[in-house]
């Protein structure tokens, strides 16, 4: 059993910068790919950024300028740091992540989400 969970969230002024974190405990053997997702007020879940083990990253390029995906595995932590925050970076990012626990296969587990909102 694997728990996800995010913090970092809140309201933060429209320019300004935040940085989310997302936690993994339970039985983890290993960390494999990290990511975070938005959903706003369309309702659509949309990858944001993602990291693998080795430190390659992917970025919605809408978004590739002003976030930064990062990790630390022996913490089992992944980290995305906002800048110049537009309004419509206003969304509940939620944490996903592969991982492969000490015994079984791997498995994806998603955090419950931390609301981010902007200020105008």
């Known amino acids: 059993q694997v728990q996800l969970l995010e913090s970092g969230g809140g309201l933060a002024q429209e320019g300004g910068s935040l940085e989310l974190s997302c936690v993994a405990s339970g039985s983890i053997y290993a960390m494999n790919a990290m990511s975070w997702y938005r959903q706003g007020p369309d309702q659509q879940r949309e990858l944001v950024a993602a990291i693998n083990p080795n430190g390659r990253t992917y970025y919605l390029n809408s978004v590739r300028s002003r976030f930064t995906i990062s990790r630390d595995n022996a913490r089992n932590t992944t980290y995305l740091q906002i800048r110049a925050l537009k309004t419509e970076d206003a969304a509940v990012y939620y944490c996903?992540?592969?991982?492969?626990?000490?015994?079984?296969?791997?498995?994806?587990?998603w955090g419950q989400g931390t609301q981010v909102t902007v200020s105008i």
């Open positions: 996903r992540a592969q991982v492969a626990p000490r015994i079984g296969p791997i498995l994806e587990y």
